[in-house]
């Protein structure tokens, strides 16, 4: 993973990925890593690199579906 910063040229390691798959539930690619606390905030731009191409990502530190726990199932 690396943090986009517009204008620096030069790749700078922030942490890595552990997985990925697609959500179908979110209808978006989804990935769990490991970041450094430094860069570590909801809502962060980043690079990661899938299969050799880069794709950008954003940090999000709570659930992609249902947020709110609303469809829950008792």
């Known amino acids: 993973m690396q943090r986009r910063r517009t204008?620096?040229?030069?790749?700078?390691?922030?942490?890595?990925v552990t997985s990925g798959a697609y959500g179908y539930a979110t209808h978006e690619s989804l990935a769990l890593g490991y970041l450094k606390s430094h860069v570590a905030q909801t809502g962060a731009g980043f690079e990661v690199e899938i299969n050799g191409k880069r794709r950008t990502a954003s940090a999000s530190d709570g659930p992609r579906y249902d947020p709110q726990g609303l469809r829950m199932r008792m």
């Open 7 to 16: 204008g620096i040229p030069r790749q700078v390691y922030v942490g890595y």
